[in-house]
């Protein structure tokens, strides 16, 4: 048995001893005002954090409710991203009748019951420094760096009504704070099982320093080292099968106005529009004429650039 399906199973053995409210999900059961929940496995190939996970709850140390569960697990059985569609796209319309839609009606009640989500992600590509991701939000922001453990944090302008919506943005649109963290590249490996660790451990500090110990977060985020802040200014939509990224773009990589990033269905180089780093590049599997495998990702590479200014003056400019 593969490991990642072993750590699944361990999971979900110890979930049926101390049941969360939801399926695959495991809690402490506190009676408590005060509620984090964790999300591990959002993507079923990103379960690097499952050893941490793991570890954190056989401890059991909370004075506090805490609740986590594995986003996709039919995902993780199957080493796949997502099994009928993304599970981190599906919160604007929870109609539908997906698998993943499906298991998003019964994670959105948990979500909104809780007073700080924690979404645990992977990357891709390789990224040559993990970081935060996130819709802007004050309150989140403030979050973000009072747990710190990484230096980076990407986020994008505030928007209304966006065509898709992540889990993070549905607990944010309902006034709970929310942070989103790539650990680093997918799968298990040793560098995101120990920042899991680490970012779990941070999280109870803050969280029980917030809800116990009435210390405002703003107050614990000013003491701590500022965020170095990127934006996403550019999403290169990925609308060719033949269009393809240059090789070997990592998250984070920096990149020059006008630089050539790939070449399009033609043959013609398509170039970066400003300067900045490059976010979440796809490679996706090709066949033996070049063209990528169906479906085709929506972006091919994302572009952010650093924020120079007030952020909340910046952020709320619409992309």
């Not at 984090?36 to 954190?56: F, R």
């Not at 796949?80 to 569609?85: D, Y």
């Not at 209304?160 to 549905?170: A, D, I």
């Amino acid at each position: 048995m593969e490991r990642h399906i072993e750590l699944l199973n361990e999971f979900l053995n110890i979930s049926t001893k101390s049941p969360g409210s939801i399926p695959s999900s495991w809690s402490n059961q506190i009676e408590s005002q005060n509620h984090l929940v964790v999300a591990a496995c959002t993507h079923g190939n990103e379960y690097g954090s499952l050893p941490a996970i793991l570890k954190w709850i056989k401890s059991n140390s909370f004075d506090f409710r805490v609740t986590v569960f594995i986003g996709n697990p039919e995902a993780v059985k199957k080493n796949t991203r997502f099994v009928e569609e993304d599970l981190n796209r599906v919160y604007t319309d929870l109609s539908r009748n997906s698998l993943e839609s499906q298991r998003a009606k019964e994670i959105a009640p948990l979500i909104q019951d809780a007073n700080l989500f924690l979404d645990l992600h992977q990357t891709i590509e390789p990224t040559l420094s993990p970081f935060y991701i996130f819709r802007y939000d004050k309150t989140s922001a403030h979050w973000a760096r009072a747990i710190g453990c990484v230096t980076e944090f990407v986020t994008k302008p505030i928007l209304s009504n966006p065509e898709t919506m992540t889990q993070n943005e549905f607990a944010t649109s309902h006034g709970v704070p929310s942070l989103t963290i790539e650990l680093g590249p997918k799968g298990l490996n040793r560098s995101s099982e120990l920042l899991a660790d680490k970012v779990l451990s941070r999280t109870v500090e803050v969280f029980r320093s917030v809800y116990l110990d009435k210390v405002p977060i703003a107050d614990i985020s000013k003491k701590s080292p500022a965020l170095s802040m990127f934006k996403i200014t550019h999403q290169e939509s990925f609308d060719h099968p033949q269009k393809a990224l240059k090789k070997g773009l990592k998250n984070l990589d920096p990149c020059n106005k006008g630089e050539s990033l790939g070449k399009d269905e033609n043959g013609k180089e398509f170039y970066a529009p400003r300067d900045g780093v490059i976010l979440f590049p796809k490679y996706p599997e090709r066949d033996s004429k070049g063209s990528a495998h169906l479906p085709l990702p929506h972006k091919i590479y994302v572009l952010a650039e650093v924020v120079t200014s007030d952020p909340e003056l910046e952020l709320k400019l619409k992309e």
